[in-house]
């Protein structure tokens, strides 16, 4: 017998319904804002389509309002991908329009927000191609002649960072040791990566997972969800990139990164797994962490305000700028 449109498969409460019959209902991330100028940070988006042709791939650019009119140096360049579990949001989605124009107007960089396509109607690994394509349509900025000015004008390509939180920051690892590949065949050098409470698991639980018995229970159902056409299992490397047998960590494309963890999270010690395994695997860049006491997954996401997203954004802006 067919399923019905009411009969469900798999719920996120408050975020997304998933029914037997595959229709997919999103509850969260459905508020968008467009593009344009930021009253309150004077940063300048807009937005570029058919990235990936067919497909609904696009990225969002921001541009900070130059703290000097006779400035002609060029700014760090940003490739952010949203989280969600790989299901949810876009660079459109309010909490992060917002939140990536005030880390522009702090960092003073240039951002490229990725929209990729989302599970479960494009389960993995869609995800991670289409944020591939996208880091790609960046890179034929790299000489100046691409197709889009803001990048062949204001973008410095010797300063290229990637970023993301929750399955972004997933996707932001993964992109860097597509990167780290000889066959790789982007042309492009890629500086550091900053991972924000980072969507990694493992068949093998870790402390913080002990610690939550259903939220365990919970992220074993999510990633069969979100793989069960795909086959990955618990461990294969693009979620559990310390598993025996993977990738080589010391082919991890860039110089430098950045691990940010969550207290309360209970990802927090997969993050610190991939810290101390990162730093003693023979790769030959830095890597540094941070730790914030008392706060929950992306907490930074939903008030910009407080002082704890304040610092962990200062802390990206540093390491965006560092020389």
């Known amino acids: 017998m067919a399923a019905t449109d009411n009969e469900l498969d798999f719920e996120v409460p408050t975020y997304f319904r998933v029914y037997r019959n595959g229709r997919v209902e999103r509850l969260a ?133 990637l970023a993301g939180d929750s399955a972004g920051g997933n996707i932001a690892h993964n992109l860097a040791m597509r990167a780290g590949s000889a066959d790789a065949g982007l042309n492009l050098e890629i500086l550091g990566i900053a991972l924000v409470d980072p969507y990694f698991w493992g068949s093998k639980p870790v402390r913080s997972e002990l610690l939550d018995p259903d939220g365990r229970a919970f992220g074993d159902q999510l990633w069969r969800l979100l793989s069960q056409s795909s086959g990955l299992d618990h461990d294969d490397p693009k979620i559990n990139p310390v598993a025996e047998g993977g990738p080589s960590l010391p082919g991890l494309g860039c110089r430098r990164v950045l691990v940010s963890v969550a207290e309360k999270d209970i990802l927090r010690d997969r993050g610190r797994l991939y810290f101390e395994v990162l730093g003693g695997c023979g790769w030959m860049g830095m890597v540094e962490i941070h730790e914030v006491e008392g706060e929950g997954h992306c907490f930074h996401l939903f008030d910009l305000n407080h002082e704890k997203a304040k610092e962990r954004m200062r802390r990206m802006s540093d390491f965006f700028n560092r020389h």
């Open 29 to 161: 991330g459905n508020e968008s804002l467009p593009a344009g100028v930021d009253p309150q940070t004077g940063v300048a988006s807009k937005d570029v389509t058919d990235i990936v042709p067919g497909t609904e791939v696009y990225v969002r650019i921001y541009l900070p309002k130059l703290r000097t009119a006779a400035t002609l140096k060029k700014l760090p360049l940003l490739v952010y991908t949203h989280g969600g579990a790989f299901c949810l949001f876009s660079p459109s989605s309010v909490f992060y329009h917002n939140y990536l124009n005030a880390l522009v107007s702090e960092s003073q960089i240039v951002a490229v927000s990725v929209h990729y396509r989302r599970a479960p109607e494009h389960p993995l690994p869609v995800p991670y191609e289409d944020s591939w394509a996208a880091l790609q349509w960046v890179a034929s900025h790299r000489s100046g002649d691409g197709p889009e000015a803001v990048l062949n004008q204001h973008a410095d390509f010797r300063r290229v960072f």
